[in-house]
């Protein structure tokens, strides 16, 4: 079987409690990653400080990527990135919750399908605690749908992301672009000609929160979008005028109001 790295960035303003449980589902997985790399992207709290070294100490493999000062997610990826080596590459976020059977049922699909390089899958999405499910949210499935919806969206849940670790870095690996480092990179890949599946199971338990949607309407999300849009152009997956249409379309998505965001997006992408 493949070797594995399961990677995680970490900041100061994650929960202490959340990563604990974020980080024993790793533990927890019917077939563990080989190794774990957390970044520390900038100083972290005693709290944190405190969850990290408890798991390093109890968990064989695992290591971290210290940064000395926060810098974002895809800075933060890139430096993980760097340090990694193994044949497959498993992001989760610092707040979700792998199923435990996840990376065994990821694996065994790349096994078979040894032409896919980016396997995605669904994800429950919870409020509070895990009982408190708020939808699941599927995408795409097929490559060719992938393709397709690509060019409007990300069609990955990047916390469930399990890809080649040569075809991110053959891509480019994780770029700076506010809140959307990891469309970037799908983006790329596509470009690059690889593979992509999504699977229909639910893997993955997303963690969601008030302050998810208004991250998703800050004031640097208009300028983000743009960039986003110009990227799509330059790698040849979407014309110009297609670019100006999507930027119209999604910056229209943003500017909902708070109070309704949240059934919008549960329309779209919840079943």
Known sequence: MPSLTALITVYHRIDPGELAESLDSLNA????????????????????????DDYLAATPGARVVRLA???????????GLDTIHTELLARQDADDISRPERFEKQ??????????DVLGT????????????????????????????????????HPTMMVRTAA????????????????????????DGRIFHNLPESLLHFRTSAAQF????????????????????????????????????????????KAFLQRVY???FHR
Do not use: C
């Open 29 to 52: 997985q019917t077939r563990p990653a080989d190794e774990v790399v957390i970044v520390e992207d900038g100083p972290l709290g005693d709290g944190l400080r405190r969850v990290i």
């Open 69 to 79: 000062r926060n810098q974002g997610s895809g800075p933060a990826s890139a430096a």
């Open 107 to 116: 694996l065994a699909y790349f096994e078979a399908h040894p032409e896919v």
């Open 122 to 157: 669904a994800a429950t999405e919870f409020r509070d605690h895990l009982d408190n499910v708020v939808g699941v949210r599927t995408l795409p499935g097929s490559h060719q749908e992938i393709t397709k919806y690509l060019r409007i969206n990300n069609p990955i849940s």
């Open 168 to 191: 991110v870095k053959e891509a480019g690996g994780y770029r700076a672009v506010h809140h959307m480092e990891d469309y970037d990179l799908m983006a790329r890949l596509l470009r």
């Open 214 to 257: 208004e991250r998703r309407t800050d004031a640097g999300m208009f300028a983000a979008e743009r960039q986003m849009q110009r990227n799509l152009v330059s790698y040849g997956l979407i014309s110009r005028p297609r670019s100006w249409l999507n930027l119209v379309i999604r910056s229209t998505y943003r500017a909902i109001p």
């Open 266 to 268: 549960g329309k779209l």
